[in-house]
């Protein structure tokens, strides 16, 4: 079983969503930092809520990025 999940894993790259701890490795931003984004625009279209738990939509979070100066 755990040979099939090793060959289902889906890179990065590759997915919609991440959760926190895989945005903040592959932006290399910390999670601190993603969840205070999140807190400053309430209204962003880069995350979404799943119950209590926070996920980044990788292509939104990139335009996001690409638009701003500074975070």
Known sequence: MDKDKENNIIPLWNKY?????????????????????VMEHPNGDFYLMNGNRLMIKRENFEKFLSAVSSI
Not at 17 to 37: F, M, N, P, Q, W
């Open 17 to 37: 969503i991440l959760t926190v701890e895989e945005a903040s490795d592959y932006y290399h931003i910390g999670t601190k930092k993603l969840r205070c984004l």
